[in-house]
């Protein structure tokens, strides 16, 4: 079964509004969290590495005022999109490593959707 | 840094043929490959992962070999199913690299009846 969820899986709404999306670990404990964008029919794009209970690492372009983090327990990471615009309509997954050491993979949810009107 | 580099796609194949998506690296140090399978509308799932040399990860039928004196980790399928039509990616991590996982761009599949 899904080790990792990710809600809402769909997004429609107005441009301005501020969208939050989940994303839990659920049988494993995750000190870090990735947050990716996809784009129709490319690669993922790492955005930021969520580290609980600290900052995130923003990957460089990427806005942090725009995109806030928080992971505040072991096993939930959030990314709120502010005040969204067109422009940020896009496909957005997150991921989870398994504990062990980084030659264990990470697990993905399923994606939110969001499209901004 | 580290990068993957994938044969491009789409590659289409009808049912039952043999699968081959090429898939090549460069990493520092002993890095771990993976791939991952992404059918429509959701997320990515982990298909298959090796981390060391010669090592073969291998489920539902699919097979990559970790060949560290080619730099390579090619997947395989010996007869693909219709349902195996999803986009594969070739990815690494590496300590060098954190936790970070470099993806390679992705490989389109579509399998006809």
């Known amino acids: 079964g899904a080790v990792v969820s990710q809600h809402p899986s769909w997004v429609i709404c107005k441009s301005g509004t501020s969208v939050k999306i989940e994303c839990r670990s659920l049988d494993f404990q995750a000190t870090t969290m990735f947050w990716y964008r996809q784009f129709p029919k490319q690669s993922l794009m790492l955005m930021a590495t969520?580290?609980?209970?600290?900052?995130?690492?923003?990957e460089q372009g990427v806005e942090k005022d725009k995109f806030l983090i928080n992971h505040a327990s072991l096993t939930l990471s959030t990314l709120t999109v502010t005040s969204a615009h067109p422009e940020d309509s896009s496909f957005y997954i997150c991921s989870a490593r398994s504990p062990g050491g980084t030659n264990q993979p990470q697990h993905f949810g399923d994606g939110t959707r969001l499209s901004i009107l | 840094g580290n990068s993957v580099t994938q044969m491009e796609g789409p590659v289409t194949l009808s049912e039952e043929a043999f699968l081959t998506i090429n898939c090549t690296y460069t990493?520092?140090?002993?890095?771990?490959l993976f791939w991952y399978v992404q059918y429509p509308g959701e997320g990515l799932q982990l298909l298959l992962k090796?981390?060391?040399?010669?090592d073969k990860g291998s489920n539902k039928g699919f097979e990559a070999t970790y060949r560290k004196e080619t730099t390579s980790f090619h997947l395989e399928k010996g007869s693909v199913q219709v349902s195996d039509s999803a986009v594969y990616f070739c990815?690494?991590?590496?300590?060098?690299?954190?936790?970070?996982?470099?993806f390679g761009t992705g490989t389109r599949l579509a399998v006809r009846p």
């Open positions: 990493a520092t140090g002993y890095p771990s």
């Open positions: 990815a690494l991590t590496s300590q060098s690299s954190g936790d970070k996982l470099t």
């Open positions: 090796a981390t060391k040399a010669d």
């Open positions: 969520s580290n609980e209970g600290s900052k995130a690492t923003y």
